[in-house]
Every structure is written in C-alpha cells, then in structure tokens.
C-alpha cells in the first residue's frame, strides 16, 4: 500500500503563494503518477494538476495554469505543488494522489493522502 502524506497548507492572503508537498512511502515512488485534486465545502473534488513518473509530462486544470506549478523529486520521493497568485477561489482541502497511469479524473487515482487545508483571504 502506497501512503501519501501531505503538508504545507495554511492560510495566505490573495496574491500570495504557498508550497505543498506531498510525501510518499515505498520505493515504487519514481514508478507512480502524481495528482493533485482540491475540495471546497459542498462541492465535488476536482482535478488541479498531474504529473507523471518521469516529470517530463504535466497536466493542469484550466482554473490554475499560469499560477501553480508540481514538480517532484524521485530521490526524496516527494511532489510539490508551488502555487502562486492565489485566490480566494482556490480554498479548499487539498489532496495528493498516486496512480500507475496518468490522468485528470478522481476515479482513476488508487491512493489518496488526508489532505491539508488552503485558506486564501480576500
């Protein structure tokens, strides 16, 4: 079983950044893709980017491309998620997940960290 532990949240002013990482157990990190997904009170979890094994392919939610960045480092086997001009728009909780095949939907992820709250102010 692959665990996923995210950090990094908190509460940040509009226009200001914040960096999440994601920590994965195993040795099979370098193998697995890497998503990030984000939650807001009383809607559906959605898709914010994704990254695949090598780095070398990127995906990203239209709402966040320009402003967030992932990137991972297979030697401390750890994703990040660096977001920069944030809205009050992007609060939610925030999650990492792994899956062997990249991809942008929450069904075709296999395993989820808890999550780590993002709190922009206005």
């Known amino acids: 079983q692959v665990q996923l532990v995210e950090s990094g949240g908190g509460l940040?002013?509009?226009?200001?950044?914040?960096?999440?990482?994601?920590?994965?157990?195993?040795?099979?990190f370098s193998s697995l893709s890497m998503g990030w997904f984000r939650q807001a009170p009383g809607k559906e979890r959605e898709f914010v980017a994704a990254i695949n094994w090598s780095g070398g392919?990127?995906?990203?939610?239209?709402?966040?491309?320009?402003?967030?960045?992932?990137?991972?480092?297979n030697t401390?086997?750890?994703?990040?998620?660096?977001?920069n001009i944030l809205?009050?728009?992007d609060t939610a909780v925030y999650y990492c997940a792994a899956t062997w095949v990249i991809g942008t939907v929450v069904a075709g992820y296999d395993h989820?960290?808890?999550?780590?709250?993002?709190?922009?102010?206005?």
């Open 112 to 122: 989820w960290g808890q999550g780590t709250q993002v709190t922009v102010s206005s």
């Open 87 to 89: 809205k009050p728009d």
């Open 57 to 73: 392919l990127t995906y990203y939610a239209d709402s966040v491309k320009g402003r967030f960045t992932l990137s991972r480092d």
């Open 12 to 28: 940040v002013q509009a226009g200001g950044s914040l960096r999440l990482s994601c920590a994965a157990s195993g040795r099979a």
């Open 76 to 83: 401390k086997n750890t994703a990040y998620l660096q977001m």
